[in-house]
């Protein structure tokens, strides 16, 4: 099946090949890479990522490099520390991660963190999913059921078994979690949104009690993995970590619903490859991770209200970092018009029990 490939920016904003080349050949100990082209890749929106490719090498020889925006606003959303470490532990597990390679800590480098990784080889599915790749209702079905096994490994990892004992504060975490995004609104308000406010006070008022703590993801959705080209289901990487910690397994659950739409469904998410035939209803991603889990989720409405509340804060940060000429050529328009219904959808899921 053949790769999909993010087209590149071509002004390589934060990464000067210059740099990141001769620093690349003394830090991996191989002189290849003292030049080096640089691409952007034209996706997410937050945390930035880029190929690097020694001078004469092939996109076979090209390695990951990631670091943060340029005008970052909430620091510890973007700390590659964190990121890095996580990857790094969870490689001898059943989650596929990329291999790292590098963690520079020297601002001095590129003007902020940055960490090295293996280019993993798969299909990154966006807006559409490739002519002759699941174009069937049953393989279709596969992928929804591979990224929710791939989920359920990632919970069921021992925290202290990989080093990420001391990885988050489990304790008061979805309270945490509440304030914490309440924060980022508070920060990035773009205008005066009472529906944002009061769903903000609502969440605080009813934190259910968590039932089990582990590796959180944070933004676990399908864009978010590659695809194994040679097979539906399969899922070579799971990628952009800069929000995982140890909290409550659910959010993820949360997260993944608001990327999820069903058919006939009108979202503010970026794609709606799910309404497709074949993939799996919410519901039934619930039940398969139940399933599969064996975790009680009577109070998964919560989880679904709180993520799409996190997700408007989100975009609100995006809108904020756009203003402000940080987001290095990424298209933002209309971002702003996401949040309103995003806030009516999380009030949906919480007050009326709408996954």
């Excluded at 020694?54 to 990951?64: C, L, R």
């Excluded at 390679?101 to 293996?118: K, N, Q, R, S």
Aim: proline share 8%; with cysteine.
């Amino acid at each position: 099946m053949p790769e999909v490939t993010l087209p590149p920016v071509s002004s390589p904003v934060g990464a000067d090949p210059a740099v990141v080349g001769p620093y690349l050949a003394s830090v991996l100990g191989d002189e290849r890479w003292r030049e080096v082209t640089v691409e952007l890749i034209a996706a997410g929106m937050s945390n930035l990522t880029y190929v690097v490719t020694p001078a004469g090498g092939s996109a076979d020889d090209a390695v990951i490099l990631r670091r943060p925006p340029t005008g970052a606003v909430l620091a510890t959303a973007h700390d590659m520390a964190r990121e890095h470490r996580v990857i790094s532990a969870l490689g001898p597990t059943p989650v596929p991660v990329p291999r790292t390679l590098h963690l520079c800590t020297d601002t001095e480098v590129l003007g902020a963190p940055f960490y090295v990784m293996e280019r993993v080889v798969g299909l990154h599915v966006v807006d559409e999913i490739p002519a002759g790749y699941a174009d069937t209702p049953e393989q279709r079905r596969q992928i929804g059921d591979g990224l929710i096994d791939v989920l359920s490994d990632l919970h069921a990892v021992d925290p202290e078994a990989v080093g990420l004992g001391d990885f988050g504060r489990p304790e008061g975490f979805l309270a945490r979690q509440v304030r914490r995004w309440t924060k980022q609104w508070d920060a990035t308000r773009d205008r005066d949104r009472p529906q944002m406010d009061a769903l903000a006070a609502r969440l605080a008022e009813t934190v259910p009690v968590t039932q089990r703590t582990g590796v959180v993801h944070g933004d676990y959705r399908l864009d978010n993995c590659l695809l194994d080209p040679g097979r539906p289901g399969g899922i070579r990487a799971v990628l952009d970590w800069e929000m995982s910690t140890l909290g409550d397994p659910l959010t993820d659950i949360g997260m993944l619903f608001v990327y999820w739409p069903e058919a006939g469904e009108t979202r503010p998410v970026l794609s709606p490859v799910t309404t497709l035939p074949g993939f799996p209803t919410r519901r039934e991603i619930a039940e398969h991770y139940a399933a599969r889990s064996g975790v009680d989720l009577s109070d998964l409405n919560w989880y679904v209200g709180f993520a799409f509340f996190k997700f408007a804060a989100i975009v609100a940060g995006i809108v904020a970092r756009s203003a402000a000429g940080a987001m290095a050529g990424k298209d933002t328009s209309g971002y702003a018009d996401r949040i309103d219904p995003c806030v009516e959808l999380g009030r949906a899921a919480l007050e009326d029990g709408v996954l």
